[in-house]
């Protein structure tokens, strides 16, 4: 659907985009159709309000994997006086104002408490780390760095007397004494508001001292010049940066810069990129800290209580992580460079036994690992399989039931089974197959691939790819037990000398094969950060009982809107390997499609063999 004066254009969302200071909540009174929400990266809160419903839907659709979004539909001026304490009036009172619409909502402090607290409980309103309060402005200032954590969004339906065609909105259109209400409700924000519109008397009587940029939009009757005013000074620091640039070559041109020395500093080896990150961090250090200032605060772990129950508890930790088949540990480093804490469980190699494992239940915020991968090998040369590596498939599932994770990884090779269809994993963790090339991180070009399960379906993984190596060798196989020490380690992304750090107790064959059997590095720190998203997405998605607000307050609910998607909105890959589709594809590739038909096929010949 289209939404008359939406901000979708070519080069608008851009331009208001590179307006927007740093911020920890963004709210959008007026949403329609909010091609900024859409656009810019995510923050702690996202508050989406109108009062029409169907663009809330139609946000909800195009949200629809953002965990941050809440979507309310009622009186975006009623809601912002409320919030932020414009008055001490209970909304029951102040309805009859003149400075409010006679449809601004009725509900209480209490119920307002009831309806939000839960929410908020994980995506603290303040950007220095404390713990949520309902009584707290939602525009508290941020004291490390002076950075207000509340950025207000305001596109109301513009004055009548300046545009050319009227009354477009129906019933929500606003007089110009609305316009006043609204005004004077803005101008009295304890924190960064932009409002746009088409240049007008009354807003310049009532915003002359806020700052003005002016810019194009094209409406239906061709392209008109817009304003936007704001009551701070055009940020030096950005919330997001990627639209960097006065038009859309310049743009491209920066982009292409970023793109090649992102290239170069992962080509680097880990030391050296980190002397030139510090050394970039330290020229540009109050960049780095207005910047840092808006990330998302990491939560503990929520205990569970029961199947599908969590409590939610706040306060600075590392995510904990359980590591099964760690083997040397080389994707256990990366994981441990990203900020988790690992465990290490039982191992075959180091003397362990899985079988007699048994983990504590809801203490781990993740469970990796790669069971082995011999009975799939390429290496095998068609010999029939030993299953034992099913058998370890089935071991990985039962510590995953146990443990109950947020989120659980498994690493193996491209043959391998899901472990869905050859475990009893539990029903409760969503489950995505995600194919990975070597290639994207070290010059070895060997499919690889990872099964991800969120639990409760909270979470996708989405995995960076890197710029593939066109120079690819063969690839450091476990197999390959007598090959030179020093080019294995090099193609693992390893430091030179790593293997002589394993002998002993290792032999030479011996530190070969666990090399050779471990991930590589590179690609461990990409699947380390996937990860970190993830689990940070997921416990902001974690609330501590289901509440059902007054029915004029949050009306909408993402689950409950149909999987359509919109012209331009993205969904992910009915085949399970998490990619994005747009439109009206289904499936990202042909490989998707081939590989939905091998498992449809194999539903229904498990199917016709169980009714005989």
Same mark, same amino acid.
């Given at each position: ?34 091609? +900024?929400?859409?656009?810019?990266? =995510? ?93 707290? $402005? ?9 950075? /207000? ?7 109301? #339906? ?13 019933? $929500? ?5 609305? $316009? ?43 392209? %008109?010049?817009?304003? =936007? ?6 940020? @030096?620091?950005? $919330? ?60 503990? *772990? ?51 036994? +899985? ?28 010999? #029939? ?47 995505? *197959? ?19 399960? /969120? ?49 002993? #107790? ?39 009982? @289901?509440? @059902?607000?007054?029915? /004029? ?44 038909? %091998? ?14």
């Amino acid at each position: 659907m289209t939404y008359p004066g939406g901000k979708g254009a070519a080069g608008v969302y851009q331009t208001l985009i590179n307006l927007i200071p740093p911020h920890g909540t963004y709210v959008a009174a007026f949403c329609g159709l909010d091609a +900024i929400a859409r656009h810019k990266k =995510a923050c702690r809160r996202t508050v989406l309000i109108d009062k029409a419903r169907e663009p809330l839907e139609a946000m909800a659709r195009a949200l629809v994997d953002r965990s941050d979004v809440e979507l309310l539909q009622t009186c975006g001026v009623a809601w912002l006086r409320h919030e932020f304490g414009l008055d001490r009036l209970s909304l029951n009172n102040a309805a009859g104002s003149s400075n409010l619409p006679a449809e601004a909502p009725a509900f209480s402090d209490e119920d307002r408490n009831a309806a939000l607290c839960d929410v908020r409980a994980t995506l603290d309103s303040t950007t220095d780390g404390s713990d949520c309060k309902c009584d707290d $402005h939602a525009g508290q200032v941020d004291e490390s760095g002076g950075v /207000s954590s509340s950025f207000v969004f305001l596109d109301p #339906p513009y004055v009548l007397g300046t545009r050319s065609k009227r009354m477009i909105y129906g019933e $929500h259109e606003m007089t110009d004494d609305e $316009h006043r209400a609204l005004l004077d409700v803005a101008l009295r924000l304890p924190c960064n508001v932009m409002i746009t519109g088409y240049e007008s008397d009354l807003y310049e009587e009532y915003l002359d001292d806020w700052n003005r940029v002016d810019y194009m939009n094209y409406t239906r009757g061709g392209p %008109r010049q817009e304003r =936007a005013w704001l009551n701070y000074e055009k940020p @030096t620091v950005l $919330h997001d940066a990627r639209f960097v640039g006065a038009d859309k070559r310049e743009r491209e041109r920066i982009r292409r810069r970023v793109n090649k020395w992102v290239g170069g500093l992962r080509r680097m080896g880990t030391q050296e990129r980190q002397a030139v990150v510090d050394a970039i961090a330290g020229e540009f250090i109050e960049e780095s800290q207005l910047v840092t200032a808006r990330s998302p605060v990491t939560t503990q *772990r929520p205990p569970v209580t029961a199947p599908g129950e969590v409590t939610a508890v706040t306060g600075p930790t590392s995510p904990l992580v359980l590591s099964l088949f760690p083997g040397i540990g080389l994707l256990d480093m990366a994981f441990e460079e990203q900020g988790f804490t690992v465990v290490r469980g039982p191992d075959a190699l180091w003397g362990g036994d +899985i079988r007699h494992f048994h983990p504590p239940a809801g203490k781990f915020d993740i469970v990796i690992g790669g069971p082995p991968c011999q009975d799939w090998s390429d290496a095998r040369h068609n010999a #029939p399989p030993t299953g034992h590596g099913l058998a370890m498939f089935r071991e990985f599932a039962r510590v995953v039931n146990e443990a109950r994770p947020l989120c659980f990884l498994l690493e193996n090779v491209r043959k391998a089974p899901n472990v869905t269809d050859v475990t009893e994993l539990s029903h409760e963790y969503k489950f995505q *197959r995600v194919d990975i090339n070597q290639s994207w991180y070290v010059p070895v070009n060997r499919l690889r691939h990872l099964q991800f399960g /969120s639990l409760g379906g909270r979470v996708t993984l989405e995995i960076d790819k890197g710029k593939p190596f066109t120079d690819c060798e063969s690839p450091a196989l476990a197999s390959k037990g007598s090959e030179d020490l020093v080019k294995m380690c090099r193609l693992q992304g390893l430091p030179a000398d790593f293997a002589d750090k394993l002998r002993p #107790p290792f032999t030479k064959e011996g530190a070969a094969i666990a090399i050779g059997n471990g991930v590589p590095l590179p690609m461990g720190r990409a699947i380390a950060l996937a990860m970190r998203r993830a689990i940070e997405e997921s416990r902001r998605n974690v609330t501590v009982r @289901t509440v @059902t607000p007054p029915a /004029s307050h949050v009306t909408t609910q993402r689950h409950n809107v149909t999987d359509q998607a919109l012209p331009g909105e993205s969904r992910r890959c009915k085949c399970g390997c998490g990619r994005r589709v747009t439109g009206g594809k289904l499936y990202e590739s042909a490989a998707c499609r081939q590989r939905a038909k %091998r498992k449809r096929d194999a539903a229904a010949q498990k199917n016709s063999q169980s009714q005989c």
